[in-house]
């Protein structure tokens, strides 16, 4: 069974710092693209961070660059997502996607989703 679970997201003043977990089950990560989502309420869905299968490209959005690192530990099957410097408009529920194809996590369609862990930033 294909499963994505995220890990340590909470509450952390601003600026402070938090790091995420995306652990795999069912599939081996290497073989494939990562993407950290977020979706804040009453907003739309948002790519954060993506990785590539091959480790060498990485994509940030404009709003979390210099802040948020997004790294891969195939060996442990898992991908990080460390954000420092937090601000209240971090607040969201973050998901962690993959897809074989680097291209389907860049579009927002990636075929397998985690369920996704709570940030919240407030002082």
């Known amino acids: 069974q294909v499963q994505l679970v995220e890990s340590g997201g909470g509450l952390v003043q601003p600026g402070g710092s938090l790091r995420l977990s995306c652990a795999a089950s069912?599939?081996?990560?290497?073989?494939?693209?990562i993407g950290w989502f977020r979706q804040a309420p009453g907003k739309e869905r948002e790519l954060v961070a993506a990785i590539s299968r091959s480790r060498y490209n990485t994509y940030y959005a404009d709003s979390v660059k210099g802040r948020f690192t997004i790294s891969r530990d195939n060996a442990k099957n898992t991908v990080y997502l460390q954000m420092n410097s937090l601000k209240p408009e971090d607040t969201a529920v973050y998901y962690c996607?993959?897809?074989?194809?680097?291209?389907?996590?860049?579009?927002?369609?990636?075929?397998?989703w985690g369920q996704g862990t709570q940030v919240t930033v407030s002082s």
């Open positions: 069912g599939f081996p990560l290497v073989d494939y693209a």
């Open positions: 996607a993959a897809d074989t194809q680097d291209e389907s996590v860049v579009a927002g369609v990636p075929d397998y």
